[in-house]
Nanobody
Framework: VQLQASGGGLVQPGGSLRLSCAASGRAIRGYGFGWFRQAQGKEREFVAGITWSGSTAVGTDSVKGRFSPSRGNAKSTVYLQMNRLEPEDTAVYYC???????????????????WGQGTQVTVSS
């Protein structure tokens, strides 16, 4: 499975971005997806995720109410809608996927076998 993340960029504080992650290479039926981010000098952290059945989870308290995962009708593309962005959201954002991801494993990086290349999000005025 190949994952292609896109949609990052430079945005002012308070703005919005929608990241996309397109999966290709094999049938992804049953796959769950996660979004993780890593800021410079910090550890990677779970941001949000969605299971095959559509259950969603959002990671840290700092993004709850602002970030929302979803997936397209074909289920091979997932999205991360990010609203009211803050400078602290600046990071490289990665999408990840694996078969059989259940709700309780969405936030566990080791649950995922497939990772995208990352897309930079910079929040700055």
């Amino acid at each position: 499975v190949q994952l292609q993340a896109s949609g990052g960029g430079l945005v002012q504080p308070g703005g919005s971005l929608r990241l996309s992650c397109a999966a290709s290479g094999r049938a992804i039926r049953g796959y769950g997806f996660g979004w993780f981010r890593q800021a410079q000098g910090k550890e990677r952290e779970f941001v949000a995720g969605i299971t095959w059945s559509g259950s969603t989870a959002v990671g840290t308290d700092s993004v709850k109410g602002r970030f929302s995962p979803s997936r397209g009708n074909a289920k091979s593309t997932v999205y991360l809608q990010m609203n009211r962005l803050e400078p602290e959201d600046t990071a490289v954002y990665y999408c990840a996927a694996n078969a059989g991801i259940i709700y309780s494993s969405l936030g566990v990086a080791s649950s995922y076998d497939y990772w995208g290349q990352g897309t930079q999000v910079t929040v700055s005025s």
